[in-house]
């Protein structure tokens, strides 16, 4: 029963990319568009399958800044809404000016980092950790805030002082809203390395799809597209299967509403 209601729940997803693929083959094989401009889906997948190798490559440059840059977003979003939390005044003095910053475009900070940073792999991970950050810190700051305050009374009457209410409390209530933001920025960091890879830049995706675009080669840039999208998804999948090994009791959570 659990896995038919699981079957059906993916039709919808896959019925609507189904029929995305065909009004796009509809309308390159139809001529409705001219093919230099929409290539059609059989010459798309003969670009990948023909640069297979130099994307991967490339992939692989990509993934790596957009991981590091991750790795450095989780890390300074942990510390810095921990602080804001633990520190009331803190949070007044910095919310403002992080929401601030996202105000800021990507594209136009990203020349700076070039500049400041010459065009190696170091303004691609700051690029990508400046874009995880804020998803992540709001996301955290939010599951803290919404720990059980009767549970934390009760803790507080037994003798349990703030570190050990932060700790079995708040950070374990926080986990789900760190899994949203997670997910989230996940996807906005290979979109942030690819950005800054346009910018300056030697390998990666980003730089294959600039090539690509001064020679007119569309299919080869829908191709690029499609390994953007896959990796993406890798690490929206990789977060997801995180978040069941770290939060457990969401699987049985949802059973119980199931039920």
């Known amino acids: 029963m659990k896995k038919s209601e699981s079957t059906g729940s993916k039709l919808p997803a896959a019925g609507s990319l189904a029929a995305v693929a065909l009004l796009w083959l509809l309308a390159s094989e139809g001529k409705l568009v001219p093919s230099f401009l929409l290539p059609s889906p059989a010459a798309v997948c003969r670009a990948l399958a023909e640069d297979a190798p130099v994307l991967l490559e490339n992939a692989a440059v990509t993934l790596l800044e957009a991981a590091l840059g991750l790795a450095a977003g989780i890390l300074s979003a942990l510390v810095l809404a921990t602080l804001m939390h633990r520190v009331p005044a803190l949070y007044r003095a910095l919310y403002p000016i992080l929401v601030i910053t996202q105000t800021i475009p990507t594209v136009a900070l990203a020349p700076l980092l070039v500049l400041w940073m010459g065009f190696g792999m170091a303004p691609k991970v700051t690029l990508v950790a400046l874009t995880t950050?804020?998803?992540?810190?709001?996301?955290?700051?939010?599951?803290?805030?919404?720990?059980?305050?009767?549970?934390?009374?009760?803790?507080?009457?037994?003798?349990?002082?703030?570190?050990?209410?932060?700790?079995?409390?708040?950070?374990?209530?926080?986990?789900?809203?760190?899994?949203?933001?997670?997910?989230?920025?996940?996807?906005?960091?290979?979109?942030?390395?690819?950005?800054?890879?346009?910018?300056g830049g030697f390998r990666g995706l980003g730089v294959y799809m600039t090539r690509v675009k001064k020679a007119y080669a569309f299919d080869k840039m829908f191709a690029v597209i499609l390994v953007i999208v896959a990796v993406s998804l890798l690490l929206m999948a990789l977060v997801t299967a995180l978040q069941r090994r770290a939060c457990p009791w969401e699987a049985y959570e949802k059973i119980e509403r199931n039920d």
């Open 133 to 199: 950050f804020f998803p992540i810190a709001v996301s955290l700051l939010e599951g803290y805030a919404g720990a059980d305050r009767a549970s934390a009374d009760l803790l507080r009457s037994m003798g349990a002082n703030r570190g050990q209410i932060f700790r079995h409390l708040e950070f374990p209530s926080a986990l789900s809203h760190f899994f949203s933001g997670l997910r989230v920025s996940a996807s906005y960091a290979v979109v942030g390395a690819v950005i800054s890879e346009w910018l």
